[in-house]
């Protein structure tokens, strides 16, 4: 981040200086070009006069100090409003005075850091994620999955030959051997869905409400606003994940009845939008599965908002435009 150019100013120790010393300096002036005097035994009069004139001291170098400190505790109170999840936002300069500018260029400067390691470190983390679910799901599909098959063909052809007695056990294990493989066939799709990287996030996400719909029995609507913006695979990717887990916690968490996924364009990004009719959360922290959907915006400079009550909650993922290189 680039510092702007400020005129330099006096410095804050120098304000607190002059500030005392213009205190000081009206009190010697008072007592000099004043009647007041305190007698060897200090009458009640004089006793008053003394204690006002304290007061009026101290209470203009309050004052004072105060209008030399304000931008500092201004700067301090937006420091603590500062949130990693929600990058972009900085201090703006208050004053002139060069410690304070000093103070909140070096404080933006540390975010502009923090912000861009942090990124880079979500991103390596998600990546190392995704790289482990994809060769999870290849094991399951290419090696369970087609032992299972080969299984599944061995009972079929065992239990056509199975004398009566036990052709019905045999039958049974083929069937539990079935849906043994339908379930490995789940789970790997659910680790890597094939749709989005074959036919693009709009099927991938059609995929994903007809499946949760048909486990579920809940009522899932999926809109889809065309035509999209071109996106990049990763940013792909995070919406599928962010629509997965909010629906997943609706279901889970919220135990909705309705949910409605909607996914449109606005310029050139994205909006992903996730709405369901569930019990919200009521006041509750934040789960894991909240945050992870905010590390994953965060990983492509994407804007997650979540709006929850009593009822209902609505999730707001805004992708921005792909960005070209130069």
Known sequence: MRKQAVPREMSLRARIFLTNAVVTVVAAVVLLFTPATVSATAHVREVAVVVG?????????????????????????????????????????????????????????????????????????????????????RELHDEVGQSLTAVLLQLDRVARMAPDPLRDEMVEAREVTR????????????????????????????ALTERVAEQTGARIENRVARPLPATAPESELVCYRIAQEAVTNALRHADASLITLVLAGHGAGLTLTVTDDGTGLNGSQPGAGIQGMKERALMIGAELDMETGERGTRVTLRVPAPTTAP
């Open 179 to 206: 849906s043994s493989l339908e379930d490995v066939r789940a789970i790997a799709q659910r680790l890597r869905p094939e749709a989005l990287d074959d036919l693009g996030l709009p099927s991938a996400l059609a």
């Open 53 to 137: 004139g304290l007061s009026a001291i101290l209470i203009l170098n309050l004052v004072l100090l105060r209008r030399a400190f304000g931008p500092l505790e201004r700067i301090t109170s937006l420091m603590r409003s500062v949130e990693l999840v929600k990058p972009g936002r900085r201090v703006p300069v208050y004053g002139q005075e060069p410690e304070i500018v000093d103070l909140t260029h070096a404080f933006n400067e540390m975010l502009d850091r923090l912000e861009s390691e942090r990124q880079d470190s979500v991103r390596r983390s998600l990546e190392a994620q995704e790289s482990e679910r994809q060769r999870i799901a």
